[in-house]
């Protein structure tokens, strides 16, 4: 999915290749446009405006595109081979004395009054890479809905225009908080910096020369800090990256550098719904597909902290039984929540980072390490969870190697 400084580029190899220049052939394929001819007009400019491009031409009309998933704009000189894809994916075709160029896959193409740009852009946030930049407006809109997290918050086109899931991840990365961290969590000093860092990253991805899209700044080594690189150790602290979906889209974090929710309340709601008797939908029963299974778990260990206790008992089945290092058995969700609370009481600070989480059967592993003012509890660490039906069932603590 091309994010906004991809766009830009396109736009202004557009606009090289045909502004200022008259159309000697123009060539919409969409029903709707297909008798529109706009061969004698001059095409005055082609600008981006977040991931959508507008092509104005003389006569008070713009042609509006959107590259979607995998749409294209290539340019050829007049007598080159056309590389971009099979005839029949073709939607447009514009050609000057000297350029032809040729849209690709495009969900979006329709010619409209460029005074009714509006229409199909007004929605837009403001542009990051746009003459309307207003990073202070933009911060307002992502905090309009406080609740919603802060990746979804980014990828919102009406927020701030041109964000993809690659800058979404990289920015929550650059904030210190997970892609699930409800805008209203997100300190406000920190929520008020991501617009200027995403104009940042857009700004130095549109640079003459193309490269891969670069978030670190470094002229080695990997290109994004944690993009992509489920597993691979972090830039910054070398935990393992992790993956998880949002909104179907693949998202990664660093467990260790960003704080806040990692998996969706509607994804840890399922599992518990599914304990309860009343989860039907997908997830559901003791069937439930690992990535569920997995998230129940993490959200497990994330409770595991003086704080949330209560939500720590509702993730835990009524058998659930707890196995300390030494071998001690706990059996029982109250006793265990009992012990849980006695061990809070003596380790205030106590709390769990995972690195990874691996599942196999109905055992889920995760390792990480624990954090902790007393050091004897302080360090690498290793539990097991076995779920059923949605539930924790048993809970293992391995000694810290
Ligand atoms: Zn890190």
Redesign the pocket.
């Known amino acids: 999915m091309p994010e906004g400084d991809s766009v830009w580029r396109v736009a202004r190899r557009l606009h090289e290749a045909l502004g200022g220049q008259e159309l000697t052939r123009s060539d919409l394929r969409v029903p709707r446009f297909a008798t529109a001819d706009l061969t004698g007009r001059t095409v005055l400019e082609v600008v981006p405006r977040g991931k959508h491009l507008l092509a104005r031409i003389e006569g008070g009309l713009t042609l509006h595109s959107h590259l979607g998933m995998d749409g294209a704009w290539h340019v050829y000189a007049a007598d080159e081979r056309r590389r971009g894809g099979p005839e029949h994916q073709i939607r447009a075709i514009l050609a000057t004395a000297h350029h032809t160029a040729v849209g690709y896959r495009l969900p979006v193409l329709e010619l409209l009054p460029t005074a009714e740009e509006d229409r199909v852009v007004g929605h837009l946030g403001p542009d990051p890479l746009g003459p309307d930049w207003d990073p202070e407006r933009a911060a307002g809109n992502l905090l309009a809905d406080p609740a919603r997290p802060l990746g979804e918050a980014l990828l919102d086109q009406r927020n701030l225009a041109g964000i993809g899931n690659v800058y979404k991840c990289e920015l929550c990365f650059m904030a210190g908080v997970t892609p699930w961290t409800p805008v209203g969590d997100v300190p406000e000093g920190t929520l008020a910096r991501i617009p200027a860092a995403a104009r940042r990253l857009l700004a130095a991805n549109t640079g003459p020369v193309e490269h891969p899209r670069r978030t670190t700044g470094r002229l080695r080594g990997p290109d994004l800090f944690v993009y992509g690189r489920a597993q691979r150790p ?1 830039l ?2 070398r ?1 393992p990256v992790r993956e998880a979906p949002q909104d179907d889209r693949p998202t990664y974090w ?1 467990p ?2 960003q704080t806040g929710p990692v998996v969706d309340r509607a994804i840890a709601g399922a599992g518990a719904d599914a304990g309860a008797g009343a989860g039907a939908g997908a997830g559901a029963g003791a069937g439930a597909p690992s990535a569920s299974a997995e998230a129940l778990v993490i959200a497990f260990n994330e409770r595991i902290t003086a704080r949330d206790l209560a939500g720590l008992g509702e993730l835990m089945a009524p058998e659930h039984t707890f196995v300390d290092p030494a071998g001690a058995v706990v059996t029982g969700r109250s006793a265990c929540l009992d012990a849980w609370r006695a061990f809070f009481a003596a380790f205030p600070d106590y709390r769990n980072l995972f690195d990874s989480v691996t599942t196999r059967g109905d055992v889920v592993t995760v390792t990480g390490r624990s954090e902790c003012a007393d050091p004897r509890l302080a360090g690498p660490a290793r539990w097991t969870a076995r779920v059923h039906d949605g539930k924790v069932t048993q809970w293992h603590v391995y000694a810290s190697s």
């Open positions: 972090c910054r602290c935990t660093c260790r550098c």
